[in-house]
């Protein structure tokens, strides 16, 4: 089982409404969560970064928030527009021996924006 | 400010054959990460260098790859010999601190072993 779950894999909606993207992780303890997104053929892009301590962080019209005690997290779209078109992937950081630095990436959720 | 840049975009080789990729991390940036993805899985870490020292390689797969980094600025991240489940797409990224820095990702090598 991956320590990461993202709910749901994929998702459609219409421009201009808004959506919420679901992360769950087991990583424990952990040292920081983030939001990437992820166009088709490029690498992913960092939306938001969150320590343990914080409750929310907002990036324009992208805001993710996090419950460290349910270990839940969410990304929040507002206005969405076609370009928001993308992968939306939760990653998270452990915090424990040497692994600080690594990245555990959830499968992502696969968001189309459609006119 | 150039961004994490990859070579080859693509690479499409047999079994067996050797293939090595190269990654050129942004300028200053001390920390250059390994990352792939193999077909329908999440991305996964493959190692992670501070300078030309490896400081956390438990990611990689097995002997068959070996990554260096030579001087401190481009990595290479090389299979040999490759096997059909080494296909997927392998992602480089840097950063100029660690911790809770922002990892900057490159556009990703796509391997095929056919």
């Known amino acids: 089982k991956n320590q990461v779950e993202q709910s749901p894999q994929s998702l459609i909606i219409l421009e201009g409404k808004n959506c919420t993207l679901q992360c769950n992780y087991t990583v424990s303890p952990f040292s920081n969560l983030r939001w990437y997104k992820q166009d088709t053929g490029r690498g992913p892009v960092s939306l938001t970064i969150m320590t343990f301590s914080e409750n929310t962080k907002s990036n324009g019209r992208y805001t993710a928030t996090l419950d460290a005690d349910t270990k839940q997290s969410s990304l929040h779209i507002t206005a969405s527009q076609l370009s928001d078109s993308a992968s939306y992937i939760c990653?998270?950081?452990?915090?424990?021996?040497?692994?600080?630095?690594?990245?555990?990436f959830g499968t992502g959720t696969l968001l189309a924006v459609q006119p | 400010e150039a961004g994490v840049t990859q070579f080859p975009s693509h690479s499409v080789i047999e079994k067996g054959q050797t293939v090595t990729l190269r990654c050129d991390p942004i300028s200053g940036h001390d920390n250059l990460y390994w990352y792939r993805r193999v077909m329908g899985k999440e991305i996964k870490f493959l190692l992670h260098?501070?300078?030309?020292?490896?400081?956390?390689e438990s990611g990689m797969p097995n002997n068959r790859f070996l990554a260096e980094r030579t001087g401190g600025t481009y990595s290479t991240l090389k299979v040999q010999p490759a096997e059909l489940e080494d296909s997927g797409v392998y992602f480089c990224a840097s950063s100029r601190q660690t911790g809770r820095y922002e990892q900057y990702f490159g556009p990703g090598t796509r391997l095929t072993v056919t």
């Open positions: 990653v998270v950081s452990p915090a424990y021996g040497g692994a600080t630095n690594k990245l555990i």
């Open positions: 260098f501070v300078k030309e020292s490896k400081q956390d």
